[in-house]
């Protein structure tokens, strides 16, 4: 149960696009099409962003979308806005019905 | 509306034991599965343990398997963790999630703190 790889940071600023990488292996991401996303701001509690590799839950914007290739999972942004600015962290399950986070990754809007 | 409260959580020796709990209402609790997901201060989200609607399937992280039990009653609309030999890494704000109907963890509680030190 190693902790998903993805990148400490990204920026990007508004009205542009950006993508977070999630990268596990075959017994995780590249093993389920159960791949999840959250966004959470400081002191509060996470939000479903994406699940199931690339659906959205309803009330979520359009300008988020998920993909997959392998065992690396992308989430990306666009249109960024500056309430995107955020911590996003993926979510694998793993088999043997465990589960596996991202060590997250802070959105700054420029 | 889904509402998840926490509870149970506070200041434990290490080698102590607390137990959380987590009351679920504005929905079907028992057609659910249901976990702990945890965040050490200034660090990132680690899942803890997950069960099922009919607590048929369950699962640890390999970092609280054999110290932690999750279990549920769906009478009471309540789910819970006994934790046992806490370590001072086990200090972190614990949250409770509710699986949606297909993946992801589409409601959250607040959380409750649990903090080890002696």
């Known amino acids: 149960q190693s902790a998903l790889t993805q990148p400490r940071s990204v920026s990007g600023s508004p009205g542009q696009s950006v993508t977070i990488s999630c990268t596990g292996t075959?017994?995780?991401?590249?093993?389920?099409?159960?791949v999840s996303w959250y966004q959470q701001h400081p002191g509060k509690a996470p939000k479903l962003m994406i699940y199931d590799v690339s659906k959205r839950p309803s009330g979520v914007p359009d300008r988020f979308s998920g993909s997959k290739s392998g065992n690396t999972a992308s989430l990306t942004i666009s249109g960024l806005q500056a309430e995107d600015e955020a911590d996003y962290y993926c979510?694998?399950?793993?088999?043997?019905?465990?589960?596996?986070f991202g060590g997250g990754t802070k959105l700054t809007v420029l | 509306e889904v509402q998840l409260v926490e509870s149970g959580g506070g200041l434990v020796q290490p080698g102590r034991s607390l137990r959380l709990s987590c009351a679920a209402s504005g929905f079907t609790f028992d057609d659910y599965a249901m976990h702990w997901v945890r965040q050490a201060p200034g660090k990132g989200l680690e899942w803890v343990s997950g069960i099922s609607w009919n607590s048929g399937s369950i699962g640890y992280a390999d970092s609280v398997k054999g110290r932690f039990t999750i279990s549920r009653d769906n009478a009471k609309n309540s789910l819970y963790l006994q934790m046992n030999s806490l370590r001072a890494e086990d200090t972190a704000l614990y949250y409770c999630?509710?699986?949606?109907?297909?993946?992801?963890?589409?409601?959250w509680g607040q959380g409750t703190l649990v903090t080890v030190s002696s």
């Open positions: 999630a509710k699986e949606g109907t297909d993946s992801g963890y589409e409601g």
């Open positions: 979510c694998s399950y793993a088999g043997s019905y465990t589960f596996v």
């Open positions: 075959s017994s995780d991401v590249g093993g389920y099409n159960y």
